[in-house]
């Protein structure tokens, strides 16, 4: 669409079924819902994002937590997962 090829686009478009993969908010979501997320993301996305100690801690840690075993297709954390975010949450 974007060289004016309108019609190729749309064959090409129709034929990949990728509005099935579309994702559709949810019938009771409405427009607060959506300022909301994206309200929270954008907080999220900040530099200075003021995280508590623990869930900084909690952040830092999960993605050296997750690793791909055998011949799982999916990351799985390790299997003292749960126990070390207990610990990391924990208040002190």
Sequence with gaps: MAL???GQARLWYDQAGLEVHIP???EWADRRDLMAALWILEFLREDDAHFS??????IAY???ALGFVD???LPLPDA?????????T???
């Design 4 to 6: 004016g090829e309108a």
């Design 24 to 26: 559709r908010a949810p």
């Design 53 to 58: 100690a623990a869930a900084t801690a909690v």
């Design 62 to 64: 999960v993605p050296h």
């Design 71 to 73: 011949d799982v297709e």
């Design 80 to 88: 003292d997962f749960a126990t070390r975010i207990e610990e990391l």
């Design 90 to 92: 924990a208040c002190n």
